[in-house]
């Protein structure tokens, strides 16, 4: 009785984006019956490969889903958003393709020495933005402008104008699949990042210290916690996810592009934060929520193309779900929301109890 | 004489889960008096200014204004002020940032254009009229906060009003200020409104009132002509007589242990207090006192590294040490209840659970996390000790009483088993019954053995506790009272520098 109660209590948050994911789901069988069918296919390189929409959107969302995750630490301990995860994802990937130019060769060592020098000039990076956040306690949105107008400037002089290409069984390994296995790599990348994340709140309680700091600082600080260092701690995370999200987007396409690498992700990340149920001002969070939100925008937009809504207008339609996804999970509708059910149960309750004579 | 009543209530009660925060409340307010609205923490006062204003409905009971018929309801702030009944609070909540006539005009436009210059006309004439010295041009933030406060009020007379609630005026004011804010209340009184002002300043009362209204636990001591009322007597109506329940626990601490010190400081300061000694044995309850902004909070935040320490040495169990940061203090078995709970104290989101762990947590340090299965032990455990009202461990604190959340907030620190324990305010704005049981749970922990520091605005509950007063002035320590010391009177004195 008591375990059931816990795990309600926790599911609370989540009610929102999973009534919109079945929604959706709901919907698209009704469309379309066969839209969520798997199939099996032999690509390009001669590889078995799983294929359809769900496979396309779980895989499209990978990067979304990796920032998000970062993006709802930052939130929660700082109380705002860093706009500026796109142009660092950008910097993230320029830095990537420098390191395997100068290597010469694409092979798992160097693809490996790239993947953790991007990831270390990431957490530089994002060091700055949380130093501006958490020691001159400058607000999210302003202090990480700087680099969300400068980033892709940066990727230009690291690595020019051009659009270094990056052709290699081993990328096309990292952005699309492993030979021999049919699941895109990407989504692998997300459940290892998830895994990370799990593991480091389950070994540490670095979940209590961030919802302390973003929901109230100061208390924080008289319990002996250092929020300067926890706010620091959840931008080098959010770095992690940035560099692990630009290294996928880099080797998806095969080539580096600084003008168009995770452009405008930092708004969906947002957003995917927010649709999970998250409170954009600091506090508690849950990753899983960011992680559904993503999926959720990112089979919005799919179910908007399948439905052969003009490219110009996809923008339009996803945003009035959104604005009802929101609306529906605002503190006012779900205050409203849990009076209705709370009245329901307790009529059932004692319809129960009277039933049973004991009223 | 019965027309010259503005207000009446009657029969007013009011209940919060777990409290009856008014019982049977009478009020009567005549017109061009000042009425002065007396008792202590928790004894009903702004609860019966919330009712009357429409931030609370309130449960039974009926209010009745001059000029219209019959009993009315109040249900918000604003239908409060079409009543004629407006309110200044103790923060100020103007803007800073706006001129002074915006601030007495803002909202009050209905719609139209702004007609700057009559509103600034407007504004000046006001001004003189009440003789507030502000230029209706001048940035409010620029004016002194008595000016400021003095805003507050001509923008609440402005409209038709017949009453005027100023709750803690003065609080943040000096002397001259003072007196400036209560030649602005006479002036209205000599117009006929009827202020109600709500103070803990006993001198005030008397150097500005005409009526006091006594309450306590939430019921009416009196009403009472400020003539026929000496202070001392104010005094026992407030206190009132009912300690029975605590006169058993008086005496039992009042011998200093004598022993080596657990901890002592030597010229200890911080950003925020001056250079001060300091030292308690082990099981010995001690206090800090003083009025307001006499330093006592920021001596034990001091002692605690809850400010930017900036010199002295400290010494805890015979080791020199160094506490520059709250986590340095809580390894060397210090812990602090904080004088603002729901500023520097609940963690408001996270559950009953999540801050009665806390502490202990960080404690352990980052790397060392509490199983769950152990943390809802620690929180069940506590719960039952204290006696925590709570639906579940999982709730948010923020959705409990503040008797409650001060409760989980001490279980937060016993949960630590500290040594040397700090705190500050820990029944302000709780229950008698609440504050009866921190008491007493403080006297069982000192007999076991740990230090403690109390601080209270309430003489009287830290000469139950306490068996050594360090009574505060100004941001120095003017005197340290012990045995038979350790009276209402004597502390009074100190606290005042009557004894120079």
Redesign the interface.
Known sequence: MNKKKKTGAGLGQLVIPLVALAILIVFNLFRDLGFFAITMRVNNSGNIVLTGNLISIIDSASELAIIAMGMTLVTAACGGQDISVGAVGAISGAVFVKVLQGMGSITVGSVILGLLLCCLATILFKLFNGTLVAVFRIQPMIATLILYSCGRSIAYWINGDATPQLNSPIISSIGMTIPGIPVPTPIFAVLLVGLLLFLVFKFTSLSLYTQSVGINAGAARLNGINPTLIKLLSFVLLGVCVSVASVIGVCRLGQLNHKTLLVDIEMDAILAVAIGGNNLGGGRFKLSGSILGAYIIQMLTTTLYAMNVAPVNVKAYKAIVIIIIVVAGSPVVKSKLTELWNRFRSSRHTRELSNRGVS | MQNDIVLTMRGICKYFPGVRALNNVDFTLRKGTIHALMGENGAGKSTLIKVLTGVYPMDEGEIRIDGVEGAISIRSPQEAQTYGISTVYQEITLCPNLTVAENMFIGRTAGKGVDWKAMEKKAGELLDNLGIPARPRQQLGSCSLAVQQMVAIARAVDTDCKVLILDEPTSSLDDKEVEMLFGLMRELKSRGVGIIFVTHFLEQVYAVSDQITVLRNGELVGQFDVKDLPQVKLVEKMIGKDLEDLSGIKNTARAVPDGEAFYAAEDLSSSESRPFDFHIARGEVNGFTGLLGSGRSESVRAI?G?DPVTGGTVTVDGKHVKIT???DA?KHGIG?L?EDRK????????SVR?NII??L???KG?????SRAKTEAFADEYIKALNIKTA?P?TPIKSLSGGNQQKVILA?WLLTHPQYLILDEPTRGIDVGTKTEIQKLVLKLAEEGMSITFISSEIEEMLRTCSRLIVMRDRKIVGELTGEELTQEHVMKTIAGGEQ
Do not use: C, T
């Open positions: 605690f809850a940061k709250p986590l809580m602090y904080p500023r520097d104290g609940i963690i408001a989101d996270l999540e806390l502490a947590q960080v404690i980052m790397n060392h996390p509490i579940s999982e937060r």
